[in-house]
């Protein structure tokens, strides 16, 4: 019976030590996961990337390709349940621009964004500056932030630019003139308050900007108006052989796009550094790349065969442009018929504009690339027929159009 008790009690000794082990092996195990998963959840490399940290050895590092949204305090937070967008600003930067970041941006963004401040203890400071611009200026930030569809910024000549995108950019200049600085120039606007950008996203915006351009549904800001002179051109990004390159191995669309070339002149290399994060439902899905290519001077020709390389397609476009122009009046003369939007009792220039882009998307156009150039504004009895660029300046949230007063343009083949 004493044997049997003793043979009991080692063997239950032994469970006992199994168990220890095991429960410690786990519990070891955890502990390096939870290291691991601490080291790998770099949601702040965004902010690393932009102030040129000097710690990161780009070649080694292991982004995370998930980034929870547990952690409220994590910047990419902003980005849940945020559309993507296709990379298109390449279309009107300069050819030599060396950084860009963009980022989707509507109102529902903004409030992910008021949300991480809250939980990072910094809300106080916006509401306060949010307050000081409502006082002002009457300017209402959720209001601005809901036409909007891309923010972000570029580098160019060691300058910093920060930009707005707009599929309704008459209603961003409108809210704009809200806090207009009058200036003495014809090529640039400025703004009076300089809490926009913060407003938007601090942590990125970190310059004051004040003096802006719009380029169709871009506004473009700068804390100088001599450096938008700049950015004015007609050799564009879209044309650079080695941003080509890089474009074309982003093959999806995320809500955060950054590019950096940080190749030197004097490298035989290009350092293309890719970052990119999509909002999915309960995280981040984050993509890192570090690009080497091989400069080909074949194709990166000097500046001034690149300008006369323009130049001769320019001429080329501008004549098919003449030609495309001429048949489509040609083909109108048939009549295709117009399509107009007639003011109502007491209804503003917007609601009607409004009217008017559900009218013309209906019938196939886009509303922002026809306007200009195509839609008139009637008045008096039809006596007086004002261009868009006009009648914005007359009309827009100054003086109620008069009933019967209407938009007007010649359907044309598009």
């Known amino acids: 019976m004493s044997k049997l008790i003793q043979n009991i009690a080692f063997v239950i000794l032994c469970l006992l030590t199994i ?5 410690n092996g786990f519990q070891n195990n955890n502990d390096d996961i939870l290291k691991s998963s601490v080291k790998d959840d770099n949601s702040d490399l965004i902010f690393q990337l932009l102030q040129n940290d000097t710690s990161l050895i780009y070649d080694s590092i292991l982004s995370s390709d998930y980034i929870s949204y547990s952690d409220t305090t994590n910047f990419t937070n902003i980005l849940k349940n945020q559309s993507t967008h296709p990379i298109t600003i390449d279309e009107i930067l300069p050819y030599y621009t060396s950084e860009y970041l963009s980022i989707s941006y509507n109102n529902s963004t903004l409030n992910n964004y008021k949300n991480y401040l809250k939980n990072t203890i910094n809300f106080n400071n ?15 930030i959720i209001e601005f932030s809901s036409y909007l569809e891309e923010i972000g910024l570029f580098k160019l000549d060691s300058l910093t630019y920060f930009y707005l995108k707009s599929d309704e950019p008459y209603n961003i200049e409108s809210l704009l003139n809200l806090i207009d600085d009058s200036i003495s ?3 640039c606007k400025k703004v009076s308050s ?3 950008f913060p407003l938007l996203l601090s942590e990125i915006f970190l310059k004051d900007v004040s003096y802006y351009i719009n380029i169709g549904e871009y ?24 941003f080509s390159y890089y474009k074309n191995k982003q093959f999806n669309n995320y809500s955060l796009n950054y590019f950096n070339n940080k190749s030197k002149e004097s490298d035989t290399l290009y350092n293309i550094i890719s970052y990119q994060l999509r909002g999915e439902q309960n995280g981040v899905i984050s993509n890192f790349k570090n690009f080497k290519i091989k400069k080909n001077t074949d194709t990166i020709s000097d500046t001034s065969n690149r300008d006369i390389t323009y130049n001769k397609s320019s001429n080329e476009e501008n004549n098919i442009r003449e030609i495309i122009e001429e048949t489509q009046k040609s083909l109108q003369s048939n009549s295709l018929g117009k399509i107009t939007y007639y003011i109502q009792n007491e209804e503003s220039f917007r609601s009607g504009s409004i009217k008017l882009k559900e009218k013309l998307e209906k019938a196939g156009y886009n509303y922002n690339k026809v306007k200009e150039n195509h839609v008139y504004f009637i008045t008096d009895n039809g006596s007086i027929k004002i261009n868009w660029s006009d009648a914005v300046n007359l009309y827009l949230d100054k003086k109620l159009p008069a009933e019967g007063d209407y938009f007007y343009m010649e359907k044309f083949y598009y």
């Open 19 to 23: 168990g220890y082990w095991v429960y």
């Open 194 to 196: 300089h809490h926009l």
């Open 126 to 140: 916006w509401d306060s500056l949010n307050k000081n611009l409502e006082t002002l200026y009457n300017f209402n």
């Open 185 to 187: 120039n014809n090529y």
């Open 219 to 242: 506004f473009i800001f700068s804390s100088d108006s001599v450096h938008l002179r700049k950015i004015f051109g007609n050799n564009l990004l879209i044309n650079n052989p080695m």
